[in-house]
């Protein structure tokens, strides 16, 4: 069964500092690998989608890694923004047939000003 | 023009009662989803539909039931609200399902309390 882990939990970081944010998965047979933002009382905005056959994906100051094989993605907030926090979340979508997508339970950031 | 809307916002309510939850999307795709956060912000999927067919209905009592009258649209009905029922619960939209590689789409949530 896919588990997907996210540590930490939670960080605080003061502005403008680089950031990484870690994701790992215990089954390598994905699709894809997505990366969302949550903001308190929102729902999900997508920020990065890394197919199984891709490295990485970049927007903007985001960078998103996916190291398949080892089961681990990374995503890279460069020069922090108050406005970055919020809570980031990674999930996994398996690639045995109509298994749903499976959900971390995220790191919730906070970029200090 | 929010691409993901679902109505109501906030849902109080007694143990007990009947609710829906609606749901409509106008971004032109052809998968909907049900999912539950609880709270430990905890994302769970319930249902997913394909052109109105249902595709994936997880382990979700059978008091809760999706109705999709057209590909836009996805609803939800809580028969016999429970305590445990009180969570916040988000549609999401994709296009050709997510084994297509494209990224869901979410509403802003339905916040359900039941008392």
């Known amino acids: 069964k896919q588990e997907v882990t996210q540590i930490p939990a939670a960080l605080s970081v003061p502005e403008g500092e680089n950031l990484v944010l870690n994701c790992s998965f215990t089954?390598?047979?994905?699709?894809?690998l997505q990366w969302f933002r949550q903001d308190p009382g929102k729902g999900l905005t997508s920020l990065l989608l890394?197919?199984?056959?891709?490295r990485e994906q970049t927007s903007g100051r985001l960078n998103a890694s996916l190291d398949k094989s080892s089961g681990r993605s990374t995503l890279y907030i460069a020069a922090s923004q108050p406005g970055d926090s919020a809570t980031y979340l990674c999930?996994?979508?398996?690639?045995?047939?109509?298994?749903?997508?499976?959900f971390g339970k995220g790191t919730r950031l906070s970029v200090i000003a | 023009d929010t691409a993901v809307s679902q109505t109501p916002k906030y849902l109080v309510t007694q143990m007990g009662n009947d609710k829906s939850i609606k749901c409509e999307q106008n971004?032109?795709?052809?998968?909907m989803y049900w999912y539950k956060q609880d709270s430990k912000k905890f994302l769970k999927i319930m249902f997913s539909y394909n052109n109105k067919e249902l595709i994936i209905n997880e382990t979700v009592p059978n008091r809760f039931s999706p109705k999709s009258p057209d590909k836009a649209h996805l609803n939800l009905h809580i028969n016999s609200l429970e305590l445990g029922d009180s969570a916040v619960y988000f549609c999401?939209?994709?296009?050709?399902?997510?084994?297509?590689?494209?990224?869901?789409?979410f509403g802003n949530g339905t916040r359900l309390t039941v008392t």
């Open positions: 999401a939209s994709s296009l050709g399902g997510q084994i297509y590689n494209s990224p869901l789409h």
């Open positions: 890394i197919q199984s056959s891709q």
């Open positions: 971004l032109g795709h052809d998968t």
């Open positions: 089954d390598s047979a994905i699709y894809n």
């Open positions: 999930a996994v979508t398996p690639n045995s047939g109509n298994t749903p997508l499976v």
